[in-house]
């Protein structure tokens, strides 16, 4: 990535062909290592209920979490663009509602754009927080705010029913103003068949690779969150067993005094410790 990734190189990278890069990060360390390694987007989930909090799902995520971590993340952040998650419930309760809280993410947290789950019933929200001047990523297929609609984590749109109703709300949501859509877990065919008729790009997660970018939660595919491993990640690393190894090499060594060493401590004249001695 030269420069910075902005919404309009959302646009011109779906022109150019080109596959946008997006990953999770829910700190400033993390942020920073995505931004230098040249990540497109960072998208600030409220997957970090999960991954970051141990909720069981997303739909305990406040605005105040995702407002302490997203400012986290925009401190670390000079290249990326930055996207917000509007949490459960935070873009239900009418359109004015929704702007403000879409608002407290930029203004307050310092991301560059926010995310919605949902197509047709949020329309109008979307409609609403574009209007604002707020950039809006859509997110359909599995969203995991309904979760409990869905009776669990699974894929979506395998139905013609659920293919058309998939369909329909991605062309509304270009309608609506979003610059990409997030399709989370949908069939491979389905969510390439979405794209190809999209002007605005798409960011599978789970939906293949005939999306216009993926996106994949960083805990998981650093082998950081072990609770479970989601069939659509990939693990890039496996962090959790190295980090184990290490705290137990650390444990191991304060207990046989072998840390700290006088390499890792600092130093006093003997004539203090002496006057000290003295004194007593």
Do not use: W
């Not at 779906?14 to 946008?20: S, T």
């Not at 141990?54 to 305990?60: L, N, S, V, W």
């Not at 608002?103 to 947290?109: Q, T, V």
């Amino acid at each position: 990535m030269n420069g910075k990734f902005t919404v309009s190189s959302y646009r011109q990278a779906k022109r150019d062909g080109r596959k946008i890069t997006m990953l999770t990060a829910y700190d400033y360390p993390t942020a920073k290592i995505l931004d230098e390694a040249g990540v497109d987007s960072i998208l600030v989930g409220d997957s970090l209920g999960m991954v970051v909090l141990g909720y069981e799902d997303t739909t305990r995520v406040t605005m105040e979490d995702m407002l302490h971590h997203i400012k986290a993340v925009a401190r670390g952040t000079k290249n990326a663009l930055v996207v917000g998650d509007m949490p459960f419930l935070s873009y239900h309760l009418g359109r004015h509602e929704s702007v403000r809280n879409a608002g407290r993410l930029m203004n307050e947290g310092g991301c560059k754009a926010v995310k919605l789950e949902g197509g047709q019933e949020i329309q109008d929200d979307v409609k609403a927080i574009v209007n604002a001047g707020i950039p809006v990523m859509g997110h359909l297929g599995y969203t995991p705010q309904s979760v409990n609609l869905f009776g669990g984590h699974k894929a979506q749109g395998k139905s013609l029913e659920t293919a058309r109703r998939i369909y329909r709300d991605a062309l509304l949501l270009q309608q609506a103003g979003v610059f990409a859509i997030v399709l989370e877990c949908v069939p491979y065919k389905l969510a390439s068949f979405i794209s190809s008729r999209l002007d605005v790009p798409t960011i599978g997660i789970g939906s293949g690779a005939g999306c216009d970018g993926q996106v994949l939660v960083t805990p998981d595919m650093l082998g950081i969150f072990r609770d479970f491993s989601p069939k659509h990640s990939k693990k890039y690393v496996d962090m959790g067993s190295a980090m184990e190894q290490a705290v137990k090499a650390y444990i191991s060594e304060v207990r046989d005094c072998a840390f700290p060493t006088e390499k890792n401590s600092f130093t006093v004249e003997d004539e203090i410790i002496n006057q000290l001695k003295n004194e007593n």
